[in-house]
Every structure is written in C-alpha cells, then in structure tokens.
C-alpha cells in the first residue's frame, strides 16, 4: 500500500499572518515538501498541473525531473497532468523523459482539468472534454508502444512517420492513472485499458466515490484485466493532525475557513461530516482512513492534500512527519492484515512492469536506429522529391 | 392503481407561507387529476427554506450534502415535479433560483412540471412566463402550459370572477397528471453509471 502526498499549488494568504508567499518562494517550498516526505519515507509525491494564478505548478516535469535527482526513494508522479489541453506527444516525450531520468520511479495520472478558460487558452474546446481525452491518451498510448506512428484524428495535426523520443526506459512505459471525481467515462477508460483509477474525493461524499470505484472495478474485469478487486485504485484525502485533537481544530480552522474552493462555505463540522476531511489527533485520521477499504474495497494508493490553504511550510513539514511516523504504519498494517492474498498492495511498479513485459513479449528495443533526414536541411529540400525538379509550382 | 412520485417545491420564507399554501393546492389537484385517472399519487414535499445553507454550500463546494442530496435525488427520480416560488423583484425568489442552479442539468429532462408562483398583486404575474418557465425550458423540463400565479387577493376570491384561483389551480393539476400519466412509470433516478457508454462507443463518437 502506497502512502503519500499531493499538492495542488495554491499561493495562498495565511489567514493568521496575512502573509503571502511569491511565487519563488512558493516552487522552493513545494520542493522541500517532496524532498522532505521521501526522507520521511512516504511512498509517493504527486504535482497537479495548473496554468493560471494563484497556482505555480505549470510545468510538472521540470519540478519532477528536479525532484528525480534530489530525492531517493519516493514515486514522483502528478495530480493530475491535464490529457485535454497538453499536447499528447509533449506528454509522451516529457514523461518518457522523466521515466529515463528517475530510472522508472514514476508514474502519471491523466485529468481532464476543470479551469474554463485553460481550455481556449490552449486553442480548446472545454465541450469536448471527455472526447479530447480519449483521442489524446489513445494516440498518446501508441506513442510510447509503437516506435514509428501514422497518425490522424480530429483535434490534433496528423503524424507521419513520427517516432517519439526517448523511447520508454527498458521498453515499458510508464504506469498511468486516470483521475476523475464525477465521469463515469474516465472510470471507463481506464478499465479499458486495465491502467489505474483515482478518486479524488476530498469535496466528495463518499457513497459517491463508492460508486465510480465500484464501476471503474466491474468494466475492469470486464475487461479483462483481472478480478475487479484486483483494479488498482487510489484515493484523495486530506486531514490536519496534531496530539491532541482539540489542538488541531484550534490550528486548522482559521485555514479551513478561508481556504480556496471550500472556505466561507460549510462550516468545518459539516465538511469533516461529509467528505474524508479529517481534523483531530493520529489515531482519529487512522480510523477514518482505515474504513476507507470499506468503501471503494482493498486500494493501492492513498494520497493526502497537506500543504493548501495558506498552511505555513514549516506545518506542512510538521504534518508530513506525523503521517510519517504515527499515521502511516498503524494505517498500513490495518489495511495490510485485511488484503486478501490475491489483492495486489501496490501499483505495478516499473520492474515488475518490465518482467511481465519481458515474459509476454512485449517489451520494446531502446534504440531506433533511425536515419537523420532532417537536421542540416533546409525545408524545400523535403518536398516533391519522387516528382522530381522543375516541378515547382505543380507546372 | 399505479403509484407515481410527485416532487413539490416550495421556496416560501414565511411560515406559514402563501408559497407553500399554493404548493399543497397544487399537489393536491394534481393527485385528485391522477386518482381520476387511476393513479395514486405519493406526494413528497419540499421547503427551500429548510435547505437553504446546504443550498448556498453546494454552491461554494460543488457537491450537495445531507438533506439537499435527498431533495435532488427526489426530484431527479419524480415522475412530476411542482414547483412554486414567491416573485421578489420581479423574478423568482434567489433561493428558488439557486436550487434550480444546483440541479444537474439533465435531472429534469423529459420530466412533467408544473410552475406556480405568489405574489403581492396580479401585476406581476406574467414573471411565471419571463423568468420562470425559461430556467425550465433550458433543463429540458416538460412544463406544463398553465403556470397558476396567486396574488394575494386571489386568496379571498376577489381578483378574478372569470378565472378564479382554484379554477386554474384545478386546470393545471388535470395538465400535470395527464402528462405524468401519458409517460412511462420512472425506476427512480438515473445514476448515470448504466448509460455510460462502453469504450468502443466513446472511440467511435470523436
């Protein structure tokens, strides 16, 4: 079982100081939260992908690339990479590129982003939202499995002969997710193509996140890619921890109450009622968190929003230690002794990726010996070779 | 006798409220239109004002919580829906709009419902058809044509000898049923997970 945190980015005010961070000062604390929680040995640390104020993460593979070479054991990965609005081939190459530089540790999870304007800003259409998704993460796909790629489809310029490069690390690509809080056509896709699904549930009522789990499993057997508990599922969640429960109310309220999305909203009774927000002592986010498996059945990954609203980084850092030390082991043998022999505990990690790759087959050369036709050439050169010259013009 | 589900909203503030008065008048020309016609009627009503915060909180939040969920979900699985707002500043009251905007957009498509609105003269009664029908016509909702409008003096019987009150509140309860009759019994709301297309449909459909 795979325990770690996610961060959405937000330059957010401290409501008890009224002090912002800029920007700068922002990316270096997200840095320092990553690098922290792999010293303090969580599993995973996930980056969203935003491209408006007063979010900072727009380019995930350079933090990650970073992150790659300052931490040591920690799976780098991404909540979510926007498959809308990206390119598909930058997407294949910048992952592929992070999968060769962290040596496999890694893996992405697919969003479809729900910023309106992010939409036409990348020459978009928000409407066709779930369409763009399919298209992209289809071709996406054949990308890093096939080496040379004819291509055409409806939101992207055709591809011609195109190989994307570098080719996946040992010839496997990498894991992916699909993360999606209410389209059941994303819990779909990701059945299809027996990859992993993530609910985000932190603004969700959980019979909710019940029934998209609970779907996602079904179309995966469906599928064909094994017993519906044998899905790889992942889970949001979020909570603020201290010794004393009533200690972390006190603490965490001023945040709650101004926080983006939910603030000046339910009041924090309400939402920790409603959604997994959890507020109160290491044993109360144990319990809650171990009754996960009773709603979405035995998961692989449980990721935590810790750094939003505000939270000063030394909090952040604070908060990263207790789900370390006190939160994550009882919560990983809870759930550990309750797993059915046949229930895989984590996602497919990159090796084992590469061994069933290997025993079917499947696995990829490294190196396309391709032959350079283009560097060192000007553009006319390339057209209307077979015509022959003086056909310029079409005369 | 078949039973079908008639979902009431009443976004009333007073208690007691004209708002709700008409609602239940309303409602219940309507199950005696249905019990005419060989159906009962289960009748769940609805006060706005009781959801109020949760309505604001889904608002802010993006989801609906506790009792609002139940509302919704009752609504969505209705097989007519009735819904009755007073006119404050010559539109339906904020509250009445706000539930309306937190409704999924496809949760009413198809579905019979019948439009009633108070207010304090019969000046503005024709709200019902510039503000309130087009939220409904937008969700896809199959209104009725008779919208009843109660003005205060309607309930003393004075503002109308041609028309009066619980003429049309009689009339737009017969509409109501034989539209609800006319359609296909409801297996409760939809949740969206059987229609979801199979992959293969979601490949063809770019």
């Known amino acids: ?395 | 006798m078949t039973t079908r589900t008639i979902a009431v909203v009443s976004a009333g503030l007073g208690r007691p409220s004209a708002t709700r008065l008409l609602a239940d008048r309303l409602a219940q020309a309507t199950t005696d239109a249905l019990a005419e016609r060989g159906v009962t009627a289960e009748v769940v009503t609805y006060e706005l004002r009781t959801l109020a915060h949760e309505i604001t909180d889904a608002m802010l939040t993006g989801f609906p919580s506790g009792e609002l969920r139940t509302a919704l979900e009752t609504v969505a699985g209705a097989d007519g829906v009735i819904a009755v707002t007073p006119i404050f500043t010559t539109s339906a009251s904020g509250l009445f709009k706000s539930f309306v905007d937190v409704i999924d957009k496809d949760a009413l498509r198809g579905t019979p419902l019948l439009i009633g609105a108070t207010g304090g003269t019969p000046r503005h009664s024709l709200a019902t058809e510039y503000a309130i029908r087009p939220l409904f016509t937008y969700l896809h909702a199959d209104t009725v044509t008779t919208a009843v409008f109660a003005a205060t003096d309607d309930w003393a019987g004075e503002a109308d000898d041609v028309n009066p009150l619980p003429e049309r509140i009689r009339r737009a309860g017969v509409e109501l049923a034989e539209k609800v009759v006319a359609r296909p019994e409801r297996s409760g709301a939809a949740d969206g997970f059987d229609a979801t297309p199979d992959f293969a449909s979601l490949l063809n459909r770019l």
């Open chain 1, 1 to 395: 079982m795979q325990f770690g945190i996610f961060t959405v980015s937000d330059v957010t005010t401290d409501p008890t100081t009224g002090r912002t961070p800029d920007d700068t000062e922002r990316v270096r604390a997200i840095l320092t939260i990553a690098q922290h929680a792999d010293q303090a040995g969580l599993d995973v640390f996930a980056t969203g992908e935003h491209h408006n104020p007063p979010f900072v993460a727009s380019s995930p593979t350079t933090m990650l690339g970073y992150l790659a070479g300052t931490t040591k054991n920690i799976t780098l990965s991404t909540a979510t990479t926007l498959i809308t609005t990206n390119d598909p081939v930058k997407i294949a190459e910048d992952y592929a590129m992070l999968q060769v530089i962290s040596n496999g540790r890694m893996d992405l999870m697919m969003g479809r982003g729900n910023t309106g304007p992010v939409y036409p800003w990348f020459g978009k259409d928000i409407r066709q939202g779930v369409n763009l998704a399919i298209e992209n993460y289809a071709l996406l796909r054949r990308l890093w499995d096939e080496e040379v790629v004819d291509w055409q489809g409806k939101f992207r310029t055709p591809l011609q002969g195109f190989t994307a490069t570098p080719r996946p690390l040992d010839g496997v690509p990498p894991f992916v997710w699909h993360g999606s809080i209410r389209t059941p056509e994303i819990a779909e896709q990701a059945a299809y193509y027996g990859d992993g699904f993530l609910h985000n549930n932190i603004f969700w009522p959980t019979d909710h996140t019940a029934r998209m789990v609970e779907y996602y499993r079904r179309r995966y057997e469906h599928y064909g890619h094994g017993r519906a508990d044998q899905a790889i599922v992942g889970l949001g969640g979020q909570f603020f921890a201290r010794k004393n429960s009533q200690d972390a109310w006190n603490e965490f309220r001023p945040y709650f109450d101004n926080a983006p999305v939910y603030g000046h909203g339910p009041s924090m009774e309400d939402f920790t009622r409603e959604t997994p927000l959890t507020v109160g002592s290491p044993q109360q986010v144990i319990d809650r968190y171990a009754a996960m498996r009773d709603v979405v059945g035995d998961y692989q990954r449980q990721l935590f929003l810790i750094d939003h609203a505000g939270l000063p980084l030394k909090t952040v850092l604070e908060q990263i230690d207790i789900l370390a030390e006190e939160i994550v082991p009882a919560l990983r043998a809870e759930l550990e002794s309750k797993r059915p022999a046949h229930v895989p505990s984590d996602p497919p990690s990159h090796a084992e990726r590469v061994a069933k790759a290997r025993a079917a087959g499947t696995a990829q050369d490294q190196h396309v010996a391709g032959e350079d036709r283009w560097t060192g050439r000007a553009a006319e050169d390339d057209v209307a070779e077979p015509a022959g010259r003086g056909a310029a013009f079409g005369l």
